[in-house]
């Protein structure tokens, strides 16, 4: 089984993990961590103005500490799902979470997306859009999406099967 997972920095991401160790048996899985670094959106706020001879070399550091960031969080939860006994790759892309999420699964076509989900509403939800929503409205393999009280849950070391959502896409 292909497992694809993408992550950010968020607790959300954490339990996504934790829920693939609690639900899928390692043997025959293979699970592919993905991160995308949302460059420029992710230029620090003191760079976005900067100006004089150095600006460019600091907006280019800035934009390796991002990749290299990405990398460091991939990594980490790799290995942790590695220590459960799974196999795992790193994927980090740049740019759009929700366009490169689906870029990298119809490259590589996982079985399942586990992903997490901030629980955003309302106007967090207008403004900052549902990565998760729009994976789940336009990912070609079932996706589940690991929500906030699960993500609880997990963290805490239950895992209510009632506190996942999946959803297979509409065929197209």
Known sequence: MK???????SICSSAAARAIIAQFHPEDTEVRVMHAVEWPNELPTYLAFAEGPTAARDILEAHGAQLESGR????GIAQELNAAGFATTTDVREGAAKAMILASAAEWHPDVIVIGSHG???????????????VMRHAACPVEVVSPAASHALLAGAAPASQTATAQSPAR
């Open 72 to 75: 460091f969080l991939v990594d």
């Open 120 to 134: 955003r509403n309302g106007m967090d939800r207008l403004f900052l859009g549902s990565v998760a929503e729009h």
């Open 3 to 9: 497992i694809l997972l993408p992550v950010d920095t």
